[in-house]
């Protein structure tokens, strides 16, 4: 590790666009850097982002399949079942083979995994479910922690599936995924995390040594963020400010702008997409699972679950991901876990020149890896 390192993208850069889009950071939640700003500051980010988008759109596209606005590639039937009392929605494909089950990250859907499902159910059992609060399961006004999302994915394999399964997440999805491991080895025959996350949000705990190596300005900005943070969380308890910049954030044309800073691949970014995340947005109960589930707790890092991980695990990871950067402490710990790691078999990918959502972005990259690991277990 370099002794001092110059600041990324990451999770602690301050990119011009305030305070929120470093506080509330995930899959979805970059929407918010254009929401808590001026006018004027947001119109220019507008030509920016406008023109960045027109120089990715004239690259050529490197081989990968062109998404459509048509509904997903997957089973398109999405089917039901209870947990708790809430309805959860779910997609399935294959019947045969080991079962594989698709946790989706922060603010999107098991839409995301539209070209994940089908692909690996010609060898697999599939299946991709909604988290609680998000698509189209049921979104209530509970509290929630990554504990609750583990709690229904034990549910979803022993209830759904029947059988030990291969977890795959992304984003909140891979910590939903160590949780489960962590607390139900029998549920789990293996994980799959990629672009893993530190918390269900932004108040990621800090652990000692985290930026131990690091250059003077990431401890010092860490406290400010921690400020930052609390001072977030206090507004949006309070309705009347915390529900126009909802309104603002579930917006299709905030949607398409944030999907555009996070994706690679500009023609995934298409009006299916978009209108899998925007009709969940606006349904009834939007809004409070939005606000608890920003305000809940982060929950324990993966790094302390992992003691109690003993099934094989793949890790798949971005080296151009700016919420879950490579090169920051997160990162670096499950870049070194196959060589830390001795209870079971831990295999490491980098994909070069890809983001946070590969598993949309260039969805054959991570399609050829499961269907390679997953053979092998």
Same mark, same amino acid.
């Given at each position: 590790m370099d002794a001092a390192r110059t600041a990324p993208d990451g999770p602690l850069d301050d990119d011009g666009d305030g305070v929120a889009a470093s506080a509330i950071r995930g899959t979805m939640t970059t929407t918010l850097r254009r929401a808590s700003t001026t006018s004027r500051g947001a119109a220019r980010r507008d030509d920016a982002r406008a023109g960045r988008r027109r120089r990715r759109s004239a690259r050529p596209t490197r081989g990968r399949t062109r998404a459509t606005a048509e509904a997903p590639t997957s089973d398109e039937e999405v089917k039901f079942h209870a947990w708790r009392g809430h309805r959860v929605g779910y997609r399935s494909s294959g019947d045969r083979g080991r079962a594989i089950v698709l946790i989706h990250g922060f603010g999107v859907s098991s839409f995301q995994f539209r070209d994940n499902v089908r692909a690996l159910g010609e060898r697999h059992r599939v299946y991709a479910l909604d988290l609680v609060g998000f698509g189209t399961s049921d979104q209530p006004d509970v509290p929630y922690a990554m504990e609750f999302w583990r709690d229904q994915v034990i549910d979803f394999v022993e209830n759904v599936v029947g059988e030990p399964a291969v977890l795959v997440g992304n984003s909140i999805g891979s910590l939903a995924a160590v949780h489960v491991a962590a607390e139900s080895p029998k549920t789990t025959a293996g994980i799959a995390l990629i672009n893993c996350a530190g918390g269900m949000n932004n108040k990621v705990k800090r652990l000692d040594g985290d930026f131990d190596g690091y250059g003077w300005q990431y401890k010092a900005v860490v406290p400010i963020f921690s400020v930052v943070l609390a001072i977030i969380d206090a507004v949006l308890k309070v309705e009347p400010i915390a529900k126009p910049l909802f309104e603002n954030v579930r917006g299709e044309e905030n949607v398409r702008g944030a999907l555009a800073n996070v994706y690679m691949n500009p023609s995934r970014v298409d009006d299916g997409l978009v209108n899998s995340i925007c009709g969940a947005a606006n349904r009834e109960g939007a809004f409070k699972a939005f606000v608890n589930i920003l305000t809940g707790p982060a929950g324990p890092r993966p790094e302390e679950l992992m003691p109690r991980v003993t099934c094989p695990m793949l890790i798949l990871w971005g080296s151009k991901d700016t919420i879950t950067?490579?090169?920051?402490?997160?990162? *670096?710990?499950?870049?070194?876990?196959?060589? =830390?790691? *001795? =209870?079971?078999? =831990? &295999?490491?990918?980098?994909?070069?020149?890809?983001?946070?959502?590969? *598993? &949309?972005?260039?969805?054959?990259?991570?399609?050829? $890896?499961? =269907?390679?690991?997953? $053979? $092998?277990?």
């Open positions: 950067p490579l090169d920051f402490p997160l990162g *670096q710990y499950f870049l070194n876990l196959p060589k =830390t790691r *001795q =209870t079971s078999r =831990t &295999d490491f990918i980098r994909f070069e020149g890809e983001g946070h959502c590969v *598993q &949309d972005d260039n969805p054959k990259l991570v399609n050829d $890896a499961l =269907t390679d690991w997953v $053979a $092998a277990l």
